[in-house]
Nanobody, 115 residues
Framework: VQLQASGGGLAQAGGSLRLSCAAS????????MGWYRQVPGNERELVAR???????YYGDSVKGRFAISRDNTKRTVYLQMNSLKPEDTGVYYC??????????WGQGTQVTVSS
């Protein structure tokens, strides 16, 4: 397994959850690390991304509520999700773009926010 995601689960609206994703040593060079979200019937959408020098990007729907961070020594990316809304519900996928510009995906973790 190249990307091991953890976290997620069930939260109430207004609550918080934290996702983590660790990249294995088999990925020699990492550029972007980030998270995508998918709900049934919709395309996978970018939630947040962080570059290898710390630059961040957030989707409009999560700006001001979610925070992405990265620990390069642990090869791990984190997504702190605050002020959760029911529309944040979905399967969250960890994503890495490596030095060969290959997209690598994690197995997905379910996040469910109840109203």
């Amino acid at each position: 397994v190249q990307l091991q995601a953890s976290g997620g689960g069930l939260a109430q609206a207004g609550g918080s959850l934290r996702l983590s994703c660790a990249a294995s040593e088999s990925i020699s060079e990492i550029y972007f690390m980030g998270w995508y979200r998918q709900v049934p019937g919709n395309e996978r959408e970018l939630v947040a991304r962080i570059t290898n020098n710390g630059g961040t990007y957030y989707g409009d729907s999560v700006k001001g509520r979610f925070a992405i961070s990265r620990d390069n020594t642990k090869r791990t990316v984190y997504l702190q999700m605050n002020s959760l809304k029911p529309e944040d519900t979905g399967v969250y996928y960890c994503h890495v773009r490596d030095g060969k510009l290959t997209n690598i995906w994690g197995q997905g973790t379910q996040v469910t926010v109840s109203s």
